[in-house]
């Protein structure tokens, strides 16, 4: 059953919005990951986005990308993401955890064992970022099968019967993009518009909102809230600090004191920024 009922409900009593951090599974590699997803979580995180490598990431910027080509230069895929996400769930049975997936990967594995595996591994939803709410027939009914809540990318300016397919075919919550391109800070994100876009989809009794694609501060966390979102997700500000201490990490020996004293900097960092990003939502 998808923990994020529970998770809004929660935010809703206590008058706040959700903070949910992206992050690549596999990025530098899985053992660190799992230690930068911990960090995220003792930050505040009330969710989590979760990537999987692909070599083709389409909607992705550079900054996301190269966690790409890192997580997949350590030799992680699909299964190896699921071994680490199960791990995570085994420590946190409350927390809602998202997968953000190329559709290529679901087509190769075979929808329902990839939806079934997914939910094995205690993953709560699935996005395909190159999926379109008009492709996604198939892909929902065996996320419903498995139990998981397909999620949908409702697009900046969409049309109102997008917005109404969208909201129709996602649950969970639904992916509202802040601006036009791929994923990354080097172009802000825009509020101008997502107030009606909010609206409509609600009007069409849309899962809960939240708001992506070029958050990388707390004054734009708090600007989406205030523009009637439920939450926002912030992917390339986080990926960039692991990006910073990926090749110190890298290249020290494996329980090493100068990995650790590296590894600890990183963990400091992530949760002084989730901290920063969840108090913007109160």
Known sequence: MSRYPQMFQRLADAGEGGFVPFVMV??????????????????????LELGVPFSDPVADGPTIQRAHIRALEAGVGFRSALEVVARVRERHPELPIGMLIYGNVPFAVGLETFYRECAQAGI????????????????????EAAGIDAVYIAPPSAS?????????????????VSR????????????????????????????????????????????????????AISGSAVVKVV?????ALMSAPAGSPERATELEALRAELIELVSAMKAATR
Do not use: K
């Not at 999926?131 to 996604?136: A, H, L």
């Not at 109102?160 to 509202?176: I, W």
């Not at 997502?194 to 849309?206: G, N, P, Q």
């Open 243 to 247: 990006e910073a201490h990926a090749p």
């Open 26 to 47: 596999g990025d530098p590699d899985a053992g660190l990951s799992e230690a930068v997803i911990e960090a995220l979580i003792e930050g505040g995180a009330d969710a």
């Open 180 to 231: 036009a391109g791929v994923t990354g800070t080097e172009t802000a994100s825009s509020t101008i518009g997502l107030a009606e876009a909010v609206a409509r989809l609600r009007a069409d009794a849309a899962a809960p909102v939240m708001l992506g694609f070029g958050i990388s501060t707390p004054e734009q966390v708090a600007e989406a809230i205030a523009a009637g979102a439920d939450g």
């Open 160 to 176: 109102p019967d997008t917005l109404a397919g969208v909201a129709a075919a996602s649950h969970g919550y639904v992916y509202a």
């Open 124 to 143: 709560d939803s699935v996005l395909l970022p190159d999926v379109p709410v008009r492709e996604g027939d198939a892909f929902s009914q065996a996320a």
